[in-house]
C-alpha cells in the first residue's frame, strides 16, 4: 500500500519535470562552453610557450 | 510554462506538401549541377590527400595546385551554391506557393548565366590557365575569361536571388501585418547577405583583375584585392551555414515529430547573421601588413558578436530535440534523447553535422583571436577546420536534405535501403573526416603548411616527423582522404538512384508547424529597411577608414605572377 503511493508519488514528480525541462539543454550548453574554453586556452598555451 | 510545442497536441492544419512541378525542374538542374561538380572536386580531393602524403606522384600533365584550384572552386563555391539554389527555388514553392511564370523565367536565365560563368572558369583551370586556387589571390594571375566566368556566377545568382527574394515581397505584400513564413525571411536574410557580399567580390574582379589580366593595367593592389576578396569571403560561410542552419531550424524539427522551439529567435538569429557576417574580414587579414591594429581590433570584436547568433542556434535546437524527446516520454536529464529518430538518415547526417560543429565552432574562434591565429595562420589546421565547418557540418546537413529534397522534386520515394545506403554514407563520412581533419589540426599545430604539395623540406627532421606520427601524419590525412573519397562516391551513387531510379511516389518535403510563439512575432524583426541599413552603416564603419587608406597610401603595386605554381 505505501509501496504504491511512493510510486505515483514519483510519478507525479516525474511528470512534473517533464513537459517543459530543458535541464539537459543546461547541461549541453555547458559542455559547449567548456570545450570552447578548454581548447582556447590550450592553443594560447601552445602561443605561449613558443614566443 | 506548460504549453506544449508539438505538433500532435494542436490540430493538423496542414495543407499538404507540394512543390509546383515547374518549380521542381528548376529545383532539380541545380541539384544536378551540384552533385556533378561535387564528384569531381571530391577526387581531387582524394588525389590530393595521396600526393601530398607521398603516396602517389601526379603525372606530369596534372599538377597539384592546378587540382586544388579545382577541389576548392568545385566543392566551396559550386556544389555549395547550386545546392543552396536549388533547396531555395523548392522550398519557396513549398511554404509562399507557385512561382510566378515571370518569376521562374528570372530564375532559370540566373541559372543559366551562373553555368556560363561556371564553365568558363572551369575551362580556364582545366586547361592550366587558371591554377591561382580558389581565393584567386593577387598577385596570381589568371586568364581573363576565368575572372569573366567568376563575374558571371556572381551576377548570375543575383538574378536568381532577386527572383527568390521577389516571390517573398510579393507573399509579404499580399499579407499585410503577417508575420512571413520563416522558410522565406531565413532564404531572404541569406540572399541579402550574399548580394551584399558579392559587391566586394565584383569590384576586386571587374575593377583590378579583369582590367589587369587584360593588360590594361600592369600593376594591381594587392592589399586592397585580398580585402575586398574578405569583404565577401566572410559572409561566404554565412552563405553556406545559414541554409543549413534552415535545414535545422526548419526540417529537422519535423522530422523527429516535433516543433520548432521559438520563431522569434530563429529570425533574430538570422538578423544578427546578416548584420554582423560582412564587416568582419579582416579575421583573415590578421597576419596582413598594412591594416593598422585598431581595425583588426575593432572586426575581431564584431567576429565575435557574430558568435551569439551560432550559440543562439545551438541552444535552439537542442531545446527542440529535448521538448521533443520528453513528449514522446522520454525521461530523466538525457535519455529523452533515445526518442529521437536515429534511423532515419534525414535526422541522422545533420544530426552528425551539429555534432561536428562543436569542435568545429570552437575551431573557429581560436582562429579568430589574433595570438591563436599567429600559430595556425597558413598551416594546415586551417584546413581541417574548414573541412569540418564547411566540409563536414554543412555537408552532411545538405546530404540529409538531399534524401527527401530529390525525391520531392523528382517525385519518387526514399527506400528502405536508400535510407541504409546514406546512414552509411554518413558513418564513412565522419570517420573519415575524423580522420583527415583532425590529422590536419594537430599537423598544423606543429607547423606542416597548407597549400604545399609534397615535399620534405631537403629532409629536415621537423617535416620528415610529419610523415612518421600515428595520428599526426600526412599518411593519416591520406587514409582519411580514401574513406572521404568512398562516402562521396557512394552519395554520388545515391543521389543517381534517388534522381532517376528511385521508385515513383508522393515524398513529404518536412516542414516544421508553425513555433507557437509565430503570432507574437515582432514586427520589428521584419522591417528589413531597417536591418539593411544598420548592416550598412556598420560595414562603413568597419571598412571605409581602411580601404580608403589602402588607395591614398597604396603599397607598390604588383606585377603578375603567373608562372609561380604552373
Ligand atoms: C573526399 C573528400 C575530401 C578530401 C579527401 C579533401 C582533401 C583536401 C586536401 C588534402 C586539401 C588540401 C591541402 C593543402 O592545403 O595542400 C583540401 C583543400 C580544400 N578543400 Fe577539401 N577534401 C575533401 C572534401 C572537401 C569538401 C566537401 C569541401 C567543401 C565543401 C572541401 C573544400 C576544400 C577547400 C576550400 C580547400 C582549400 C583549397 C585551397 O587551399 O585553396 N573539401 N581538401
Ligand atoms: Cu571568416
Known amino acids: 500500500m505505501s509501496r504504491t503511493v511512493l510510486k505515483t508519488q514519483q510519478h507525479q514528480q516525474l511528470k512534473q519535470e517533464d513537459h517543459s525541462s530543458l535541464k539537459g539543454t543546461l547541461v549541453f550548453v555547458m559542455f559547449v562552453g567548456a570545450f570552447i574554453f578548454v581548447s582556447w586556452f590550450a592553443v594560447f598555451y601552445l602561443f605561449l610557450i613558443r614566443t | ?566
Open chain 2, 1 to 566: 510554462m506548460l504549453q506544449s510545442n508539438l505538433a500532435y497536441k494542436l490540430p493538423l492544419t496542414e495543407e499538404p506538401a507540394h512543390v509546383a512541378s515547374k518549380d521542381a525542374k528548376l529545383s532539380f538542374v541545380h541539384v544536378v549541377v551540384a552533385f556533378f561538380a561535387f564528384l569531381i572536386g571530391i577526387l581531387g580531393g582524394l588525389l590530393q590527400g595521396l600526393a601530398r602524403g607521398g603516396i602517389i606522384e601526379l603525372p606530369a600533365w596534372l599538377g597539384y595546385y592546378q587540382i586544388l584550384t579545382a577541389h576548392g572552386v568545385l566543392l566551396a563555391l559550386v556544389f555549395t551554391t547550386y545546392l543552396i539554389f536549388g533547396f531555395f527555388f523548392a522550398g519557396m514553392s513549398r511554404t509562399h506557393g507557385a512561382f510566378s511564370d515571370r518569376l521562374r523565367k528570372m530564375g532559370w536565365a540566373g541559372f543559366i548565366i551562373t553555368t556560363i560563368g561556371t564553365l568558363m572558369a572551369a575551362s580556364m583551370i582545366i586547361a592550366n590557365e587558371a591554377s591561382v586556387l580558389y581565393t584567386f589571390y593577387a598577385p596570381l594571375q589568371a586568364h581573363y575569361i576565368f575572372y569573366s566566368g567568376l563575374a558571371l556566377f556572381v551576377v548570375g545568382t543575383w538574378v536568381a536571388g532577386a527572383a527568390i527574394m521577389a516571390h517573398y515581397f510579393q507573399w509579404k505584400k499580399e499579407h499585410p501585418g503577417e508575420p512571413t513564413p520563416l522558410f522565406g525571411f531565413m532564404a531572404t536574410a541569406t540572399l541579402i547577405l550574399w548580394v551584399v557580399a558579392g559587391l566586394g567580390v565584383a569590384a576586386t574582379v571587374l575593377g583590378q583583375m579583369l582590367p589587369w589580366a587584360l593588360g590594361m593595367t600592369d600593376e594591381i593592389n594587392v592589399l586592397l584585392s585580398r580585402t575586398l576578396f574578405w569583404y565577401f569571403g566572410h559572409p561566404l560561410v554565412y552563405f553556406w551555414i545559414m541554409p543549413a542552419y534552415m535545414v535545422w531550424y526548419l526540417v529537422i524539427p519535423k522530422v523527429i515529430g516535433g516543433r520548432l522551439f521559438s520563431g522569434s529567435l530563429a529570425r533574430l538569429a538570422f538578423i544578427l547573421f546578416l548584420l554582423f557576417s560582412i564587416p568582419v574580414g579582416f579575421h583573415h587579414q590578421l597576419m596582413e601588413a598594412g591594416i593598422t591594429e585598431f581595425w583588426k581590433y575593432i572586426q575581431t570584436v564584431l567576429t565575435f558578436v557574430v558568435v551569439v547568433p551560432s550559440l543562439l542556434t545551438a541552444f535552439s535546437i537542442f531545446a527542440t530535440f529535448e521538448q521533443t524527446g520528453r513528449e514522446q516520454g522520454g525521461k530523466g536529464l538525457f535519455s529523452w534523447i533515445k526518442k529521437l529518430p536515429w534511423g532515419d538518415v534525414r535526422f541522422f547526417a545533420p544530426f552528425m553535422g551539429m555534432l561536428v560543429f562543436i569542435p568545429a565552432g570552437a575551431g573557429g574562434l581560436i582562429n579568430a583571436s589574433f595570438q591563436l591565429n599567429a600559430v595556425v595562420h597558413n598551416t594546415l589546421w586551417v584546413v581541417g577546420h574548414f573541412h569540418l565547418t564547411v566540409g563536414t557540418t554543412v555537408i552532411l546537413t545538405f546530404f540529409g536534405m538531399a534524401f527527401w529534397l530529390i525525391p520531392v522534386i523528382t517525385g519518387r520515394r526514399l527506400t528502405k535501403s536508400m535510407n541504409r545506403s546514406g546512414m552509411v554514407t554518413t558513418w564513412l563520412w565522419t570517420i573519415g573526416m575524423f580522420l583527415m581533419s583532425g590529422a590536419m589540426h594537430i599537423l598544423g599545430l606543429f607547423g606542416a603548411p597548407r597549400r604545399t604539395a609534397y615535399t620534405t623540406y631537403q629532409d629536415h627532421p621537423q617535416a620528415m616527423s610529419w610523415f612518421e606520427g600515428i595520428f599526426a601524419s600526412h599518411i593519416t590525412v591520406a587514409i582519411g582522404g580514401v574513406i572521404l573519397t568512398a562516402a562521396g562516391i557512394l552519395m554520388f551513387y545515391n543521389f543517381i538512384y534517388l534522381a532517376w531510379f528511385a521508385p515513383k511516389g508522393e515524398t513529404e518535403f518536412p516542414m516544421t508547424p508553425d513555433p507557437d510563439d509565430t503570432p507574437h512575432t515582432p514586427a520589428l524583426l521584419e522591417n528589413w529597411k531597417l536591418w539593411i541599413g544598420i548592416a550598412v552603416v556598420l560595414i562603413l564603419f568597419a571598412y571605409t577608414i581602411p580601404i580608403y587608406d589602402m588607395i591614398v597610401n597604396a603599397p607598390p603595386g604588383s606585377p603578375a605572377f603567373n608562372n609561380l605554381i604552373r
